[in-house]
């Protein structure tokens, strides 16, 4: 599971290099836990060449964001090498690095991790 639990806490994207045409889709489903609430959410991003991107939100003070699902599709002519990390205030904590041909996509699910 992935869990952001402070409200200095961000799951981001970056590519290894710039697209050749366009930029990656990405689509975060979470969940967000406080102590009389459970909410649901999407936040959707594209990708910026190799400026780190915030694909899910920090949590607001209270609550803790629980990521159902990432899906990281290579929308572009070209493959794209892709990573997830996530960072607490200024480190980054590397989660998955991988290489996408055109067309393919990078899921993560609560239940099965990457893939």
Not at 66 to 92: F, G
Request: some cysteine; hydrophobic content about 35%.
């Amino acid at each position: 599971m992935i869990r952001l639990d402070t409200t200095t806490r961000t799951l981001q994207l970056f590519l290894a290099g710039a697209v050749t045409t366009n930029q990656l889709q990405v689509t975060v489903c979470y969940s967000d836990q406080t102590t009389s609430t459970y909410l649901g959410s999407t936040q959707l991003s594209t990708s910026n060449n190799t400026t780190a991107v915030v694909i899910c939100s920090a949590p607001a003070s209270g609550a803790v964001r629980d990521i159902d699902m990432v899906n990281v599709l290579n929308t572009d002519t070209a493959s794209a090498t892709v990573t997830i990390e996530i960072v607490d205030t200024s480190t980054a904590y590397q989660q998955i690095s991988v290489a996408l041909a055109v067309g393919d996509k990078l899921t993560y699910t609560h239940g099965s991790g990457w893939q």
